[in-house]
């Protein structure tokens, strides 16, 4: 059995693990804010109303490069909005891939290389 006791004290660990968790935070709020634009979208929210205006304010930024990939289907006064739920799917990808490049630099042993190594070889 291997040891990976030195890549868990290493100097690089903290940091390392606080940058996740910034990601994921930043990522968790991100979608928090864009769900409640889908659902308030979907369900004919009043877009003068001060909690929507907000809402619709601080989420465009993240959903208007997504705006013109679908169409809205509008029923009534509700608009299900699949351009918002795009947007939430490719911010988590990002989140993912961008918290694999902090792992990618996390301090590993020779002999954990190897055995890491040996497993990918394996796949």
């Given at each position: 059995m291997i040891s990976t006791q030195t890549s868990y004290t290493s100097s690089t660990t903290k940091p390392l693990y606080k940058g996740t968790q910034i990601v994921w935070y930043i990522l968790g709020a991100l979608e928090v804010f864009l769900a409640f634009r889908f659902v308030l979208k979907l369900l004919g929210a009043n877009p003068?109303?001060?909690?929507?205006?907000?809402?619709?304010?601080?989420?465009?930024?993240?959903?208007?490069?997504?705006?013109?990939?679908?169409?809205?289907?509008?029923?009534?006064?509700?608009?299900f909005e699949w351009t918002t739920l795009l947007a939430m799917i490719v911010y988590w990808i990002a989140a993912v891939g961008i918290v694999k490049l902090f792992l990618m630099s996390k301090t590993?042993?020779?002999?954990?290389?190897?055995?890491?190594?040996?497993?990918?070889?394996?796949?």
């Open positions: 003068a109303a001060g909690f929507t205006k907000f809402i619709y304010g601080v989420t465009y930024i993240f959903s208007a490069p997504f705006n013109n990939v679908f169409r809205f289907n509008r029923v009534g006064g509700s608009i590993v042993s020779t002999p954990e290389a190897a055995v890491k190594l040996n497993k990918q070889e394996e796949q």
